[in-house]
């Protein structure tokens, strides 16, 4: 089945680390983009992070740039958000997407984590 | 960065009404752009990739047009399980930028 899983939710102090896995199956993981996308409870979509098929290309929002990296395995087929220096505003849904072609639309969801920050 | 402005920010409509969301970038964005649809406690799911391009296994009464700055999503006739909340979003360039959402609801 091709599909996108996520781990569980959790709950972390402000200024706390906490990574994020994607494991991916189904399909051919190192031919793809794979994105970050979070949503606060009750807002909208909000971009976080891509990182290419290999690796070599790799972008942040501005909103976590610094704290937050995204890296790959392929020979695991996994995708992973290490999240540094935790802020209440970082709360929300965390869904891993995978990226398509050209127009890079995200045509595979996770069904998302939550994580709260929260003392 | 590119902002993307969705309107109406909701809209009340019956089922088998023509429905119309519309989406402006803050520039140029050739046809970058994409729909999603999401349901309350789901993940987003594509709808039209390319401005105009239906995914594969969606309905064909979704449609969508646009290029440059202005876009259009239409629902010819609104069925039961299309309310939801639409996205679009482009991947012109980064960060791939959402719009705010439109609520599509009841009447």
């Known amino acids: 089945e091709v599909q996108l899983v996520q781990s569980g939710g959790v709950v972390v102090q402000p200024g706390g680390s906490l990574r994020l896995s994607c494991a991916a199956s189904g399909f051919t993981f190192d031919d793809f983009t794979m994105h970050w996308v979070r949503q606060a409870p009750g807002k909208g979509l909000e971009w976080v992070s891509l990182i290419s098929w290999d690796g070599g290309r790799i972008h942040h929002a501005d909103s976590v740039k610094g704290r937050f990296t995204i890296s790959r395995d392929n020979s695991k087929n996994s995708l992973y958000l290490q999240m540094n220096s935790l802020r209440t505003e970082d709360t929300a849904f965390y869904y891993c997407a995978k990226g398509r072609g050209a127009y890079d639309p995200f045509d595979l969801w996770g069904r998302g984590t939550l994580v709260t920050v929260s003392s | ?107």
């Open chain 2, 1 to 107: 960065d590119i902002q993307m402005t969705q309107s109406p920010s909701s809209l009340s409509a019956s089922v088998g009404d023509r429905v119309t969301i519309t989406c402006r970038a803050s520039q140029y964005i050739a046809s970058y752009l994409n729909w999603y649809q999401q349901k309350p406690g789901k993940a987003p799911k594509l709808l039209i990739f390319a401005a105009s391009s239906l995914e594969s296994g969606v309905p064909s009464r979704f449609s969508g047009s646009g290029s440059g700055t202005d876009f259009t999503l239409t629902i010819s006739s609104l069925q039961p399980e299309d309310f939801a909340t639409y996205y679009c979003q482009q991947s012109y360039s980064t960060p791939q930028t959402f719009g705010q959402g439109t609520k599509v609801e009841i009447k």
